[in-house]
């Protein structure tokens, strides 16, 4: 069974960068794509970011595509998604989660698309 863990949240000033880490235990990474979701207070949980199993994909949701970074190593069986410039709006849970898809080169911000799921890190961009 795949488990995924987040990690790298935290609290950080209007401005400033993280960077969140989903590290999986159970299988290897480089046959699932990953999304990346966030749940902020008052929203539904949105799509962020995904990556193709083999990383030839990138997506990014539109408010968030020039402040973030999706990539993985699969020899790490890591995927790290770093953010810039964040914003108090950007506070909530982010979560990463798996989908089974080896030998394609695509990956969706569905939330209906995915497995597996881990339990999401706080960030908090607060002055």
Same mark, same amino acid.
């Given at each position: 069974?795949?488990?995924?863990?987040?990690?790298?949240?935290? *609290? $950080?000033?209007?401005?400033?960068? *993280?960077?969140?880490?989903?590290?999986? #235990?159970?299988?290897?990474?480089?046959?699932?794509?990953?999304?990346?979701?966030?749940?902020?207070?008052?929203?539904?949980?949105?799509?962020?970011?995904?990556?193709? #199993?083999?990383?030839?994909?990138?997506?990014?949701?539109?408010?968030?595509?020039?402040?973030?970074?999706?990539?993985?190593?699969?020899?790490?069986?890591?995927? $790290?998604?770093?953010?810039? #410039?964040?914003?108090?709006?950007?506070?909530?849970?982010?979560?990463?989660?798996?989908?089974?898809?080896?030998?394609?080169?695509?990956?969706?911000?569905?939330?209906?698309?995915?497995?597996?799921?881990?339990?999401?890190?706080? $960030?908090? $961009?607060?002055?």
């Amino acid at each position: 069974q795949l488990q995924l863990v987040e990690s790298g949240g935290g *609290l $950080v000033q209007p401005g400033g960068s *993280l960077r969140l880490s989903c590290a999986a #235990s159970g299988r290897t990474l480089d046959n699932y794509a990953i999304g990346w979701f966030r749940q902020t207070p008052g929203k539904e949980q949105e799509g962020v970011s995904c990556i193709s #199993s083999r990383g030839s994909t990138r997506d990014y949701v539109d408010f968030m595509k020039a402040r973030i970074t999706i990539s993985r190593d699969n020899i790490k069986n890591t995927v $790290v998604l770093e953010m810039n #410039s964040l914003k108090p709006e950007d506070t909530g849970v982010y979560i990463c989660a798996a989908a089974w898809r080896p030998y394609t080169g695509f990956c969706m911000k569905n939330q209906g698309w995915y497995e597996f799921w881990g339990q999401g890190t706080q $960030v908090t $961009v607060s002055s």
